[in-house]
């Protein structure tokens, strides 16, 4: 039996986890499922998946997650201390499904097992690549991407010398907004950026994809993962989601990797790894897709791919700085505080202020947790006069 954990266990990326497990229950002992707000559905699934401990990462909410597990034999647990707590316990595969920084130190912790850490949670990389790759190291854990480009280049990349990589392109669907013209993106409301159209995704992401702050985020994460410098790093817009990533060889080869638009690909082959298993996923049929389209982001409908290269360009403490940036600005969007098209100004006026303060030899947690706080507080600041609107 492998011992399993699920962080998000009631996301999209958690959810969908969660199907592969349970369809296969006589092969996993479920050590530790974690949610937050929905209750409901975290003490739905560790009833039904057996788990023995299922935490919430709200602490207000442990009487209601108690009630919901009563007589089930799962032990309840909630708040912060009680998540890092469930990744001290021993898993053999531990995936990181928490969407935004609150991820990095459970998937951290869970390193510390020297076990397999599917890695769906993207902001850790972004905000400490580094220091995610060294405790992997240091523990003889493996990191396994979870994001669906970064998984193609790892399976690109199976066999091959990375001596030999010449360039990794990363496809981007172009987001919900792709086809309204530019000068209509600034009134754009949550709920239309909200709306994907290749991708069933959590809504923080779905609005990421529209600004393409999500793809921004994928080319630091790429970079953190792959070890790859930044002029070796690009990304193409391919509206169909089919190819996922592309990798160019030194003779000039290139493997790309397709497959449906479907998480439960990444997350199996994550699963499963260095194994194939059949997974319930659409098979493509290119005949009936009948083409498929690339061409360049336009750096003014998408200014965050700049950004992220000037991130990759800084390093040091520069992505988590960009990350937390990135996750206020979303936060000021969402509430209405803010335009769309005024989430890439905010993070870009955070990097400006805060670029004396992101030099770092050496990257800890504490120094990440300490930029993290400022950088939010910074991108707060930039709309106390509301300059952009
Ligand atoms: P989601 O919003 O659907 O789910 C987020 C999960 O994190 C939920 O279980 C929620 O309870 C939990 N959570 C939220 N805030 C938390 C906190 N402060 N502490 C502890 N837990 C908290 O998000 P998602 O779309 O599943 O994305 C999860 C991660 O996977 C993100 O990093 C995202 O970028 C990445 N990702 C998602 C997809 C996708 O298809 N959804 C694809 C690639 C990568
Ligand atoms: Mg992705």
Known sequence: MRRVTVFGATGSVGAQALDLIGRAT?????????????????????????????????????GDLRDALAGSGVEAAAGRAALLEAADRPADWTLSGIVGAAGLEPGLRALRHGGTLALANKESLVCAGPLMRAEAARHGATILPVDSEHSAIFQALVGEDPAAIEKVTITASGGGLRDWPLDAL????????????????????????????????????????????????????????????????????????????????????????????????????????????????????????????????????????????????LDLFMARDIRFTDMARVVESVMDAMDPRLEAAGITLDMVHDIDAQAREVARGTIGGHPWT
Do not use: C
Not at 28 to 42: D, F, K, P, Q, R
Not at 198 to 216: E, L, P, V
């Open 186 to 329: 600034a009134d754009a409301m949550p709920e239309q950026a909200g709306t994907h159209p290749n991708w069933d995704m959590g809504q923080r992401i779905t609005i990421d994809s529209a600004s393409m702050f999500n793809k921004a985020m994928e080319l630091i994460e790429a970079h953190a993962l792959f070890d790859l410098p930044a002029d070796r790093i690009a990304t193409v817009i391919h509206p169909q989601s089919i190819v996922h990533a592309l990798v160019q060889f030194a003779d000039g080869g290139i493997i790309a990797h397709m497959g449906a638009p479907d998480m439960r690909h990444a997350i199996g082959y994550a699963l499963h790894w260095p194994d194939r298993r059949p997974l319930p996923v659409e098979r493509i049929d290119l005949a009936r897709i009948g083409r498929l389209d690339f061409h360049e982001p336009d750096p003014d409908r998408y200014p965050a791919i700049a950004l992220a290269y000037r991130v990759i360009a800084r390093g040091g403490l520069a992505g988590a700085a960009f990350n937390a940036a990135k996750e206020a600005a």
């Open 26 to 62: 006589d092969e996993y002992e479920v050590v530790a499922l974690t949610g937050a707000s929905n209750i409901e559905a975290l003490a739905r699934e560790a009833i039904r998946l057996r788990a023995s401990l299922a935490v919430t990462a709200d602490e207000g909410r442990l």
